[in-house]
Structure formats: structure tokens, C-alpha cells
């Protein structure tokens, strides 16, 4: 019933409009509209979709063709829509990038703060192992008739000492490197020095064409798309990611 009242007034309004009334609607219309499609700075285009906005959801006159809020409303808007539309998608791109920035930032110190805990542990073996071995005692180093046993104990305690950290740190390599670099090889082309290659477009390609390849790369390694991932493999994919915002990034400012 509502909707055939609605064309019924309509049908009414345009029935009974004289010229006067539609010279006067045209330029309440074209006016704001013309206005609303010459702007070109950020400024005005959300000057102008939010006044439109406005004036649509303030509308109070019971007519249709006769309200001016809807009119001009419509006539700041409709040049905007295509503002909006990627004004959005912009704004919520960029509140995702900035909260996987943020996330990266908090494992930085993650894992700065790991090794400066294995750096206090090592600091501890080696003056531990040095106090222990050392002595102020002449007569302990070259007492006559000591035995060959006795300076391969003492050798070997030295040795341990400028050798035990290396050793530590060795091992915590050989644990990394040999599943790390099978997954280096396989996504060689994200640690490339090149943005394009990275995003996997070419130099020649234009803004959007890149910023659609960028969404769609971004939706296959991000770690939250990936949870039945191993740990090690969220890891290179956290890694990954960070090198797609990054080339994303440069490129932005390549472009633009």
C-alpha cells in the first residue's frame, strides 16, 4: 500500500507540474550537481558527499518531487558515489595495513627481546666458565712435574670457554636453516629486490591493476587466511606478508 501511495504521489506531482515548478526543480538539482562534479581535492569531495548525506536523511517534506533536501541532497551526491566507493575501500585497506604494521612491530620486540635474554645467558656461561677456571696463583699454571692430563684439562676448560657461545649459537642455526631454506626457494620471487616482481605485476601496469593483484596475494599469505599452517610456515608467511606491504608501499609512492 505504501509503495503504490509513493507513485501515486508522484504520478500526482508530475501531472500538476507547470513550468515554473520545473525550471525551479532542474536548478536545485544541476546546481549542487554541477558543483559536486568539479571538485577534485579530498577536501570537497567529502565536503560535499557528507552535506548530501545530510540532506537526504533529513528530509521531512511529505512530497516527493517538491522536497528540497532531497533534491540538492541527490545533487551533491550522485557525482560522489564513486568517491565513496573507493574512498572506503581505501580507508579500510588502510586500517588493516596499519594493524599488520603494528602486529610486526610487537614481534620485532618479540624477538629483540629473546636475544638480548640469550645474550644475558651467554654473558653468564662465559664469565661463569672464566671465574671458574681462572686463578691468581702463579704456582697453578707452572708448578714443575705437572702432568700432561693436567694441561690438556686446563686447554680444554679454555677452550670451552671462547667456544661454548659460538656453539650455542651454531646449533641454533642448524636447527633454523634446514627448515627455513626449502620455503626461501619455493617463495623466492617475495624476497626479490624488486616491488613489481614481488606483487607480481609489471611497471607498465596501472594503479588499479597493481592494487588488485596486491589484495588478491595479500589474501593468500596472510597468517589470519592461514591458520591450519605449521608454526614455521605462519613464520615465513608473516615474513611474506611484510614484503607485500612493503612493495605495495613503494609502489604507492611510485605511482602517486
Known amino acids: ?79 560522489q558515489l564513486k568517491f565513496i566507493q573507493y574512498f572506503t575501500i581505501d580507508t579500510i585497506q588502510t586500517i588493516r595495513m596499519m594493524t ?11 624477538y629483540k627481546i629473546l636475544r638480548f635474554i640469550d645474550w644475558i645467558k651467554s654473558t653468564y656461561i662465559m664469565l661463569k666458565t672464566f671465574f671458574t677456571t681462572f686463578s691468581f696463583k702463579k704456582e697453578d699454571y707452572y708448578e714443575q712435574g705437572r702432568s700432561s692430563q693436567q694441561d690438556y ?15 650455542e649459537e651454531q646449533s641454533y642455526t642448524e636447527q633454523e636453516e634446514p627448515k627455513r631454506k626449502p620455503k626461501y626457494e619455493e617463495f623466492e620471487r617475495f624476497y626479490s629486490d624488486s616491488a613489481y616482481t614481488i606483487l607480481g ?24 587466511k592461514n591458520h591450519d599452517k605449521s608454526p614455521e610456515e605462519l613464520k615465513i608467511y608473516t615474513e611474506i606478508t611484510q614484503n607485500i606491504n612493503d612493495a605495495m608501499e613503494k609502489v604507492e609512492s611510485w605511482k602517486k
Not at 599488520?100 to 618479540?110: E, M, P, Q, S
Not at 596486491?214 to 589474501?219: F, G, M, P
Open 201 to 224: 605485476v609489471s611497471a607498465d601496469d596501472d594503479y588499479e591493476t597493481i592494487k588488485k593483484a596486491y589484495r588478491n596475494i595479500l589474501k593468500d599469505f596472510h597468517p589470519d
Open 153 to 167: 684439562s686446563y686447554e680444554q676448560k679454555h677452550r670451552k670457554f671462547y667456544e661454548e657461545p659460538k656453539q
Open 100 to 110: 599488520t604494521n603494528t602486529y610486526y612491530f610487537f614481534i620485532t620486540i618479540y
Open 1 to 79: 500500500m505504501e509503495e503504490i501511495g509513493f507513485f501515486t504521489q508522484v504520478s500526482n506531482e508530475i501531472s500538476s507540474l507547470d513550468l515554473p515548478n520545473f525550471i525551479i526543480i532542474v536548478l536545485l538539482f544541476f546546481v549542487p550537481f554541477y558543483f559536486s562534479k568539479k571538485a577534485e581535492t579530498l577536501f570537497f569531495h567529502l565536503l560535499y558527499s557528507f552535506f548530501g548525506l545530510y540532506m537526504i536523511a533529513t528530509m521531512e517534506d511529505t512530497r516527493v518531487i517538491y522536497d528540497v533536501k532531497m533534491l540538492v541532497g541527490l545533487g551533491l551526491l550522485l557525482p
